[in-house]
């Protein structure tokens, strides 16, 4: 097969060319929110000059246009983690509105007094909060699955905590703070085999590699546009269309209907049960449209470039000296976070930034996950698959600029 050229990839993204600080942009902090290529900006653009009405309600041409471009998205993602159903895919607002969406219907329907709540110790807060909220609202309790040194889980530990009283296993496939890849298609094989289902927050997953959540036999998958080369406010809920069904509706009003009257009111059919009123259309189209860019490259190409990026930028900055990275599982995707006895997190972000250089630094919404590791943050570095060698070569030059301010 043709070899991808990446520098091309790399010219579909304006953003990567402007300057900050006078210095060509680093961006380093893919993990927060990716860049969106042009195609995706001009798809959003044409369609808020050319096809902006309301969907699903209007019987004039311009709302039955945008209703198609904006279900054409729900087929898109279906076809791209392998759903089985077009109506197993919700539309929300994010990943934190997906899990939070989980937690109250099925906490409505599934989880009881006495119910237990398993989740890992390095989740996102996004999968730990709702989670405490639904615990707290029916009288549960949040289990912990904890991690060893290197960020990865504890699988005993996990197998000993289901039991009986186990409602669902909330878990993350790719750790936003460390990068570990956890095995979750294990995780949902020992969970089935309770009948427990499992919900896999794919927020770090889906942008990094090919995710199917047939063959992960997923009962809910979660994650946003915003990190997978589309735009801020929209995000997917993937779940069994059999959970879904016995679920009641989270948020209610127009488009969730079927009747409505004084006397009672019945609820619309999947995936509309899930979605009242009206949606941040222009974010779907695009995300139809980012879908297509990931696909065209090949979620395996992608996976493969990053992953030689992550090896390379973990060589480089292991050769720093006092540098530790936290988070040194086998199995990482395209996240490096590190620390400094010396020198504070905040600090090497905010050299950096004077050098055009963008990370993260902090907790990363994953407080639990830092006090594991007794620490009160990182440096942490987040790769996209238009990153190149020259990005981690400046990184690299600027840490090492930065230990000479301390
Ligand atoms: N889970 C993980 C693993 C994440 O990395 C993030 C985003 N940092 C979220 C959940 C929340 O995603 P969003 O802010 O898009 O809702």
Redesign the pocket.
């Given at each position: 097969t043709e070899a991808t050229d990446f520098d091309q990839i790399r010219s579909d993204f304006p953003v990567l060319q402007e300057k900050v600080k006078g210095k060509p942009l680093v961006y380093l902090d893919n993990?927060?929110s990716s860049q969106m290529p042009a195609v995706v900006a001009n798809r959003i653009d044409h369609y808020h000059r050319h096809e902006h009405a309301n969907v699903h309600r209007g019987i004039h041409h311009l709302s039955q246009k945008a209703t198609d471009s904006y279900e054409e998205t729900r087929r898109k993602v279906q076809a791209f983690i392998n759903a089985e159903h077009e109506h197993e895919i919700i539309y929300t607002?994010?990943?934190?509105?997906?899990?939070n969406l989980v937690a109250y219907s099925f906490g409505e329907q599934y989880i009881d007094e006495g119910d237990e709540i398993v989740v890992s110790e390095i989740?996102?807060?996004?999968?730990i909060v709702p989670w405490q909220i639904a615990a707290q609202k029916h009288g549960a309790s949040v289990q912990v699955v904890p991690v060893n040194d290197d960020g990865d889980l504890d699988l005993e530990a996990y197998e000993k905590l289901l039991n009986k009283r186990t409602a669902i296993v909330a878990i993350?496939?790719?750790?936003?703070a460390l990068g570990t890849i956890h095995p979750v298609r294990e995780i949902i094989a020992k969970a089935h085999e309770r009948d427990i289902p499992v919900l896999v927050?794919?927020?770090?997953a889906v942008p990094h590699g090919q995710v199917d959540v047939q063959a992960l036999d997923a009962d809910f998958y979660?994650f946003?546009?915003?990190?997978m080369c589309g735009p801020?406010g929209f995000?997917i809920l993937y779940g069994k269309e059999r959970y879904l069904d016995a679920m009641p509706p989270y948020r209610s009003g127009g488009d969730m209907i079927d009747k409505v009257s004084f006397e009672g009111t019945t609820f619309n059919v999947l995936p509309h049960k899930f979605e009242a009123g009206t949606p941040p259309i222009a974010a779907g189209v695009g995300l139809g449209t980012a879908v297509d860019y990931l696909s065209n490259i090949g979620m395996d190409v992608i996976a493969q470039r990053e992953q030689e990026l992550l090896d390379y930028a973990t060589q480089q900055l292991l050769d720093i000296d006092g540098l530790r990275i936290v988070g040194t599982a086998r199995q990482k995707a395209s996240v490096i976070s590190f620390v400094f006895d010396d020198i504070h997190a905040t600090d090497i972000g905010t050299i950096l930034d004077q050098q055009g250089i963008a990370i993260r630094t902090g907790h990363?919404?994953a407080q639990p996950a830092m006090r594991r590791f007794d620490i009160a943050g990182t440096a942490r570095v987040s790769l996209a698959f238009y990153n190149n060698r020259e990005d981690i070569d400046r990184l690299v030059k600027g840490i090492k600029e930065a230990k000479t301010f301390f």
């Open positions: 993990a927060a607002s994010g990943t934190t509105d997906s899990i989740e996102h807060h996004a999968n993350g496939h790719v750790s936003n927050d794919g927020a770090q979660a946003s546009s915003h990190k801020t995000g990363h919404c």
